[in-house]
């Protein structure tokens, strides 16, 4: 599975749109690029996935570039709940379904 | 709301012990994994189970062992839990078509 490159830590002021961005530029044809989120160590939450178009869901959206070697998850409208690590993972749609997570990045919200 | 349960959530333990942490989902899925985070660490992937039978050891090597009997049921077992094991630990499962792994809200174990 790919590596993926996050910035450790990021503020967003409440209300405003986060956009946390992500490199996967070893991304292989067959992979998908998933992100989770984790609220002060309670267990990791899905947010949205995508392979190749841009995605969108009640939660985020995800932007996916061209050449797939990188990402934006999107939160529109940032509240003080959204403060989590947010995990960008690259997975294959072939494999035991394992995720690899990385360091994440803490998004801090802030009023 | 994710239906995937721990217990206990919280365990202190002395060193030497047998310990085992519980897990179950009631959605009916194959796969289910055990990940290992240490505070402020990345989750890191230690058991998982296709479905009932199979286990498979992750990629972080753990002295733990784990088995799947039934489908809604993949305890963990700690033999003789050392200060080492120190750890939360997070149970997940996911149904065989879906992208999203459902996680439990973890066992945070403190052996002294």
Request: hydrophobic fraction near 25%; charge should be neutral; include cysteine.
């Amino acid at each position: 599975d790919a590596k993926t490159t996050q910035p450790p830590s990021m503020d967003c002021a409440e209300g405003r749109a986060a956009n946390l961005p992500c490199n996967h530029s070893t991304i292989s044809g067959n992979e998908y690029v998933y992100w989770y989120r984790q609220i002060h160590s309670q267990g990791p939450q899905y947010i949205i996935h995508g392979l190749k178009n841009n995605e969108t869901n009640e939660m985020a959206s995800l932007i996916i570039t061209e050449d797939r070697k990188s990402s934006t998850l999107i939160l529109p409208h940032a509240t003080l709940r959204d403060t989590a690590v947010y995990y960008c993972i690259v997975r294959s749609s072939s494999n035991t379904g394992k995720l690899i997570f990385g360091q994440g990045t803490t998004l801090q919200v802030k009023p | 709301e994710a239906d995937i349960y721990q217990t206990p959530r919280y365990l202190v333990i002395g060193t030497g012990k047998k310990i085992t942490l519980e897990c179950s989902q009631t959605m009916g899925h194959d796969k289910m994994y055990w990940y290992q985070q240490d505070p402020g660490m990345e989750l890191h992937l230690i058991h998982y189970s296709y479905g009932v039978n199979s286990t498979e050891k992750g990629d972080l090597s753990s002295e733990s062992t784990v088995s799947r009997i039934r489908t809604e049921h993949f305890p963990l077992t700690l033999e003789s839990a050392r200060p080492s094991h120190t750890s939360q630990y997070l149970c997940a499962s996911r149904a065989l078509d879906s992208p999203e792994q459902y996680f439990g809200p973890g066992t945070r174990l403190t052996v002294t």
